[in-house]
């Protein structure tokens, strides 16, 4: 999938550089060619021979070696490629890159590109959860710089959290979805997924049994079809696709925040089973039985996001797509809702217990448009994601 593709490979001063030999080798095995830049510090951790070695190519290691030069100026290596890929990324780089510094061979081809970066940010928690760190994130993110991970998990220094590096297939699975060639590339489309939480206190929270597999499935085939997908998801039983930028929210409210956040888009598909109502009495305490009776709850109404941003009057994204998980009278509570939200589709499904629907491996949906209704034969919710990414290509390309 990635042959011909020319991807420029800056490996970072981190303990995870290791790793980039294995990422080498799997590049290559897709028919990829792999042009690999070593920082200083990162020759502490894996040698210029056996990166060069597995690249099948020239290490570039110095701005100022003067045989690079003759050979392929700094300027025209940052150009060569499809994609700048860091990985992995240190908190170094990270901050050379947000300043716009170009003080070596790996920061000044970072500034002078002009094609698409991807880091992979690698290292110990704290120096990953530092604010100057989150600071830098946002500013990368905000000048388009895509970002594979970071893991959570235990890390080489010892401690537990996020800052691991993401698996050399992880970052083949971004990689090949940055530079797949669909009718969606240049397309961003914004999906949610799974379940919300709502707390009751520290400890309890209203959930309900959306395992996030249907959302994840169809971030999956958008991202196969080149889009951009930013996928906003609840804590859900799947893991999220490789290949998305993954926002984690727990509650429909943190939903409503990163939906908007994420905007602009050119489609939006609301995917997620948000909870309707929290619990406006929720407890900053554990509730503790008590002799006085059983605690009451009080609800407050969730923010409606699909209405919201359906009736958005700016900045709405051409195609809205919602879904409407039904009991009872699933076509005709669908097609009202439709019209009450004013979004553009809806795609239906029947979840009563008899259908194995919700958390299950198939799903059976009904297309509402204004052209009427479609209904789809009961497939795998892998099928049914494919079939709706390619709706929502052709939609949003006529
Ligand atoms: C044993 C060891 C492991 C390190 N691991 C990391 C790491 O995983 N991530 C990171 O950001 N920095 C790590 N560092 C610090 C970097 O090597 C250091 O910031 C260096 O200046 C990075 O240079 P570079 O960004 O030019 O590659 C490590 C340092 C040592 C000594």
Same mark, same amino acid.
Request: glycine letters at 8%.
């Given at each position: 999938?990635?042959?011909?593709?020319?991807?420029?490979?800056?490996?970072?001063?981190?303990?995870?550089?290791?790793?980039?030999?294995?990422?080498?080798?799997?590049?290559?095995?897709?028919?990829?060619?792999?042009?690999?830049?070593?920082?200083?510090?990162?020759?502490?951790?894996?040698?210029?021979?056996?990166?060069?070695?597995?690249?099948?190519?020239?290490?570039?290691?110095?701005?100022?070696?003067?045989?690079?030069?003759?050979?392929?100026?700094?300027?025209?290596?940052?150009?060569?490629?499809?994609?700048?890929?860091?990985?992995?990324?240190?908190?170094?780089?990270?901050?050379?890159?947000?300043?716009?510094?170009?003080?070596?061979?790996?920061?000044?081809?970072?500034?002078?590109?002009?094609?698409?970066?991807?880091?992979?940010?690698?290292?110990?928690?704290?120096?990953?959860?530092?604010?100057?760190?989150?600071?830098?994130?946002?500013?990368?993110?905000?000048?388009?710089?895509?970002?594979?991970?970071?893991?959570?998990?235990?890390?080489?220094?010892?401690?537990?959290?996020?800052?691991?590096?993401?698996?050399?297939?992880?970052?083949?699975?971004?990689?090949?979805?940055?530079?797949?060639?669909?009718?969606? +590339?240049?397309?961003?489309?914004?999906?949610?997924?799974?379940?919300?939480?709502?707390?009751?206190?520290?400890?309890?929270?209203?959930?309900?049994?959306?395992?996030?597999?249907?959302?994840?499935?169809?971030?999956?085939?958008?991202?196969?079809?080149?889009?951009?997908?930013?996928?906003?998801?609840?804590?859900?039983?799947?893991?999220?696709?490789?290949?998305?930028?993954?926002?984690?929210?727990?509650?429909?409210?943190?939903?409503?925040?990163?939906?908007?956040?994420?905007?602009?888009?050119?489609?939006?598909?609301?995917?997620?089973?948000?909870?309707?109502?929290?619990?406006?009495?929720?407890?900053?305490? +554990?509730?503790?039985?008590?002799?006085?009776?059983?605690?009451?709850?009080?609800?407050?109404?969730?923010?409606?996001?699909?209405?919201?941003?359906?009736?958005? +009057?700016?900045?709405?994204?051409?195609?809205?797509?919602?879904?409407?998980?039904?009991?009872?009278?699933?076509?005709?509570?669908?097609?009202?809702?439709?019209?009450?939200?004013?979004?553009?589709?809806?795609?239906?499904?029947?979840?009563?217990?008899?259908?194995?629907?919700?958390?299950?491996?198939?799903?059976?949906?009904?297309?509402?448009?204004?052209?009427?209704?479609?209904?789809?034969?009961?497939?795998? +919710?892998?099928?049914?994601?494919?079939?709706?990414?390619?709706?929502?290509?052709?939609?949003?390309?006529?």
């Amino acid at each position: 999938m990635l042959a011909g593709k020319h991807i420029l490979l800056i490996i970072g001063g981190g303990i995870a550089a290791f790793k980039s030999l294995d990422l080498i080798r799997r590049l290559r095995e897709r028919g990829a060619v792999v042009t690999p830049v070593l920082t200083r510090a990162a020759e502490e951790f894996v040698t210029p021979l056996s990166v060069s070695a597995l690249a099948g190519s020239k290490v570039f290691r110095d701005l100022f070696d003067l045989g690079d030069e003759a050979e392929m100026g700094h300027i025209q290596l940052s150009r060569v490629a499809d994609l700048v890929v860091v990985a992995p990324a240190t908190a170094d780089l990270m901050a050379k890159m947000a300043g716009g510094l170009a003080n070596d061979l790996a920061s000044t081809l970072l500034l002078a590109t002009d094609t698409p970066v991807m880091i992979v940010p690698a290292m110990n928690v704290r120096m990953w959860e530092h604010a100057a760190t989150q600071r830098n994130l946002a500013t990368l993110l905000g000048d388009g710089i895509a970002v594979v991970g970071p893991n959570k998990g235990d890390m080489a220094c010892g401690e537990h959290g996020p800052g691991r590096m993401s698996e050399p297939m992880e970052i083949v699975a971004a990689i090949e979805a940055k530079l797949a060639d669909g009718p969606l +590339k240049g397309r961003r489309i914004l999906v949610t997924s799974g379940p919300t939480h709502e707390p009751i206190d520290p400890v309890r929270y209203i959930a309900n049994r959306s395992s996030g597999a249907q959302g994840t499935a169809l971030a999956r085939a958008l991202a196969a079809l080149g889009a951009e997908v930013v996928f906003v998801t609840g804590p859900a039983d799947v893991p999220p696709p490789d290949g998305v930028e993954v926002i984690a929210v727990q509650t429909a409210q943190q939903m409503k925040e990163a939906v908007e956040a994420a905007l602009p888009a050119d489609a939006a598909v609301f995917a997620a089973a948000v909870a309707d109502w929290r619990v406006s009495s929720a407890s900053d305490r +554990k509730l503790k039985k008590t002799k006085d009776g059983l605690p009451v709850l009080e609800f407050a109404e969730n923010p409606d996001i699909l209405h919201g941003v359906s009736q958005m +009057k700016q900045g709405r994204p051409p195609l809205v797509v919602g879904f409407a998980a039904e009991t009872n009278d699933v076509l005709e509570n669908a097609t009202a809702k439709r019209l009450r939200k004013g979004c553009d589709w809806i795609v239906a499904n029947d979840v009563s217990p008899a259908t194995g629907i919700m958390g299950g491996a198939e799903n059976a949906v009904t297309l509402i448009s204004d052209a009427g209704a479609e209904e789809w034969p009961r497939m795998g +919710k892998d099928a049914v994601a494919q079939k709706l990414a390619a709706r929502i290509a052709s939609a949003i390309n006529t």
